[in-house]
Each structure stands twice: as structure tokens, then as C-alpha cells.
Nanobody, 122 residues
């Protein structure tokens, strides 16, 4: 089993910046692709950014040039959000495909974090 815990959300004025973090823990053998999603009130869940195990990245058109996804060697993924707009207001979720090890067996599963609120308002 593994767990994902997000942090870094909060209230920021338009044009400001926030950095979200998502730390994975547990019996982790390997973390494959990692994503950031968001869900705004009354809207469908949106895939915001993706980073592969090799560091390749992809972004939603709505955040290209403003958001940057990255990951370190300590099982943490980040989302640097600059030039924030009111329409970026949402709960942001971390998602990852993780291989865990239990009794020498490797199991690949998909995991979600609990979400962190980002509010962009003056």
C-alpha cells in the first residue's frame, strides 16, 4: 500500500504564485507516471499536468506557460503555479501509478491524494 499527501494550497491574489507538493509514502518499489488534477465547483475534473518517470511533462492548454510540474528522487511531485487566475480556483489532487512491494510481490495500483484547496481571489 501507498499514500499520497498534498500540501501547499491556500488563498492567493490574482497574479500570485503557489507551490503544491505531493509526497508518496509506503512500501514503494517504483513510482511511474504522476499527475495533478483539479476540480472546480460545478465543473468536471480536469487533468492539469503529467510527469513520467523519465521526466517528460504534459500540460492542459489552460495552464501552459504558467504551471510547472516536477518531481524529485524522494517520491515527491510538485506543481509550481504562477500568474494565477480566479479560474484556477479548485481543489487540486495528486494521482500516481505506484508499484508497491508486499511479501516480495510487486503490485501496480493507482492512488489519489486527499486534495488541497487553491483559491485565487482579491
Amino acid at each position: 500500500q501507498a499514500q499520497l499527501v498534498e500540501s501547499g494550497g491556500g488563498l492567493v491574489q490574482p497574479g500570485g504564485s503557489l507551490r503544491l507538493s505531493c509526497a508518496a509514502s509506503g512500501n514503494i518499489f517504483r513510482i511511474n507516471v504522476m499527475h495533478w488534477y483539479r476540480r472546480a465547483p460545478g465543473r468536471e475534473r480536469e487533468l492539469v499536468a503529467t510527469i513520467s518517470s523519465g521526466g517528460f511533462t504534459n500540460y492542459a492548454n489552460s495552464v501552459k506557460g504558467r504551471f510547472t510540474i516536477s518531481r524529485d528522487n524522494a517520491n515527491t511531485v510538485y506543481l509550481q503555479m504562477n500568474s494565477l487566475k480566479p479560474e484556477d480556483t479548485a481543489v487540486y489532487y495528486c494521482n500516481a501509478d505506484i508499484e508497491t512491494v508486499t511479501n516480495l510481490n510487486r503490485v501496480l495500483s493507482n492512488y489519489w491524494g486527499q486534495g488541497t484547496q487553491v483559491t485565487v481571489s482579491s
